[in-house]
């Protein structure tokens, strides 16, 4: 009889994880405590619930980090990247998904898999056999409980940082006398529509006087535990961004660059982006602006960029705590807990950002438990491929003092050998080209990796 593999959380990580369990014939049992007991950030008890934003980010794997990752995740049969293709929906060159669709492509493969046992309940270790082989894939929203349990059990807090959601608007309370649809550089997913992304347009004055609104607004206030909590820089509240400098947001989300008003054939100053959020374009996000700002303040103070006057909002932001473990103190280079290897971590609780990096660390947890029961040589993904990169980051000794979550990025990939040019000289590529050098060796090194697998 076959070992079961124990999954604690039905988010992307886990899911990957047990997908990936039963492409070996390796049986699981899943545990989601939702509805039972639910966050304060989940609005269903589905599987694979998107929290924040609907956006996989870049899918280009020709120089881009993020559509490396794709990529190769979709070589791994990965589950994760099945659904999300499968309920894809217009974002130019970033990969964007109806969230219901694609949260119940996830739930029909793991409910219909015979291999695959799902349990609505909260699960702790301690609830388990002392010889049970576990992966704890509870993201960043983990029962206090199993929070407290972690830390007994690692002998270390968890460490933790703030996440924040952007509102959600209705599309059709949106004024295109002043909006109007365009990507940035026309990258459109659709080449035969005005673009894929909504654009509402400032000028200095209606920056400025947003500035000024949006750092004088009264935020939603920390819970005694919270206070000391920092922030993630990957996604930072728009009134902390602003607070830094009155022109970080002109440089951030609201960049006004690739864009053109057809209304004034000119360069807004400032743009405010809204991206597609269901299959039906009846919702449309607010790209970039998760806010701590009050609910009560939110629809004032959105409503007074131009083309959303009359907006009508089916969430507005929020913030949320979310916890992660000192993975490259506690795991080893397979996601096994130090302190007790029959118990591997997987997801955003190991300190990656991001739903794809989460989702990565699923599939590498699920396959390299996989290996181990089956007793498979554990074959590592090659150095140079995304998957790695990221595992390295997260698991690697020398980044216990300053280790901060991340999302997948060039720059922890391993650096590229010089290039000898037409001339014969030795030179460092840069920019685009060293971009698209690190993508293509790190597929062509995944294809080979998957070929001797």
Known sequence: MTETVHIVGGGLAGCEAAWQLSRQNITCILYEMRPQLMTEAHNT?????????????????SANAVGVLHEEMRRCNSLIMRAADASRI???????????????????????????????????????????????????????????????????????????IAPVVYTDSINFSKAWYQSRYDKNTDKTTAGDYINCPLDREQYENFIDELTSQEAIEFKHWEKNTPYFEGCMPIEEMARRGRETL???????????????????????????????????????????????????????????????????????????????????????????????????????EGYLESAAMGLL??????????????????????????????????HQETFQPTNINFGLFPELPNHINEHGKSIR?????????????????????????
């Open 429 to 453: 590529l840069k920019g685009i080209n060293k971009k698209k050098a690190l993508s293509e060796r790190a597929l062509k090194a995944l294809a080979n990796w998957l070929d001797g697998n």
């Open 250 to 352: 002109r440089f951030g989300p609201m960049k006004p660059v690739g864009l053109t008003n057809p209304h004034t054939k000119e360069r807004p100053y400032a743009v405010v982006q809204l991206r597609q959020d269901n299959e039906a374009a009846s919702l449309y996000n607010m790209v970039g602006f998760q806010t701590k700002t009050k609910h009560s303040c939110q629809k004032q103070l959105f409503r007074k960029i131009p083309g959303l006057e009359n907006a009508e909002f089916a969430k507005l932001g929020g913030l949320h705590r979310n916890t992660f473990i000192n993975s490259p103190r506690l795991l080893d280079p397979t996601l096994r807990l130090m302190q007790q290897n029959r118990i591997r971590f997987a997801g955003q609780i190991t300190g990656v």
């Open 45 to 61: 008890s589905n599987l694979a619930e998107l929290v924040c934003s609907n956006s996989f980010r870049s899918d280009d794997s």
């Open 90 to 164: 217009p974002a130019g060159s970033a990969l964007a998904v109806d969230r219901h669709k694609f949260s119940q492509k996830v739930e029909n493969a793991i409910t219909t898999e015979n291999l695959i046992e799902v349990k609505r309940t909260e699960m702790t270790i301690g609830q388990l056999s002392p010889d049970a082989k576990i992966i704890i894939a509870t993201g960043p929203l983990t029962s206090s409980r199993l929070s407290e349990e972690i830390a007994t059990l690692t002998g270390h807090e968890s460490l933790a940082f703030f996440d924040a």
């Open 365 to 398: 947890a699920g396959m390299f438990f996989a290996n181990e029961i089956s007793s498979k040589l554990q074959q590592m993904p090659p150095q140079t491929t995304a998957l790695a990169s990221l595992l390295s980051h997260i698991t690697n000794k020398e």
